[in-house]
T-cell receptor, first 117, second 111 residues
């Protein structure tokens, strides 16, 4: 079974500063994928970034980067130059890479990020 | 480009009434489809997923059922709603080996 833990219920950051949202995971799979999604108050889940377990380099997508430390089973999201529009709930998720569970995402409990002007 | 639709956007239903939520995807063929539920302030829980027409897998025992009558249509149903069925229901689609894309969701309140 897979498990995602997000230990920060809420985070605050000043506009234009960087912020790190923590995510640790537990799995017995050798191959898996890690995701971060953003959920604004409207409710829609927005895909941000993906990291494969065998990817040697950390994933980056614009202002988002994923700090992947496989030995520590952590996949923290780093948002650089925070903007007011970044205020939202952020979810870390993982899925196995194959087998009958392929495609099924397991989500963490989420972190509410508030960006102050 | 691909788009995913869900309706209705909000729904208030009495306990014991039936439920039908619909999800449709445009711009892709034979997608994997998923239904998730999100309780207030919580993460998402996978309810059902489907890899093709008529192929439904249930993740948790519950009062709900799902059907996929067409390639890009996924329906979530219940014959008799419970108070515990209240929540935010999200439909998602994916292609093989790619991330999941979510619809706008349906906020269900059972009274």
């Amino acid at each position: 079974a897979q498990k995602i833990t997000q230990t920060q219920p809420g985070m605050f950051v000043q506009e234009k500063e960087a912020v790190t949202l923590d995510c640790t995971y537990d799995t017995s799979d050798q191959s898996y994928g890690l995701f971060w999604y953003k959920q604004p108050s409207s409710g829609e889940m927005i895909f941000l970034i993906y990291q494969g377990s065998y990817d040697e380099q950390n994933a980056t997508e614009g202002r988002y980067s994923l700090n992947f430390q496989k030995a520590r089973k952590s996949a923290n999201l780093v948002i650089s130059a925070s903007q007011l529009g970044d205020s939202a709930m952020y979810f870390c998720a993982m899925r196995p890479a194959g087998g009958t569970s392929y495609g099924k995402l397991t989500f963490g409990q989420g972190t509410i990020l508030t960006v102050h002007p | 480009s691909q788009t995913i639709h869900q309706w209705p956007a909000t729904l208030v239903q009495p306990v014991g009434s039936p439920l039908s939520l619909e999800c449709t995807v445009e711009g892709t063929s034979n997608p994997n489809l998923y239904w998730y539920r999100q309780a207030a302030g919580r993460g998402l829980q996978l309810l059902f997923y489907s890899v093709g027409i008529g192929q439904i897998s249930s993740e948790v025992p519950q009062n709900l059922s799902a059907s996929r009558p067409q390639d890009r249509q996924f329906i979530l149903s219940s014959k008799k709603l419970l108070l515990s069925d209240s929540g935010f229901y999200l439909c998602a689609w994916s292609e093989e080996g790619v991330e999941q894309y979510f619809g706008p969701g349906t906020r269900l309140t059972v009274t």
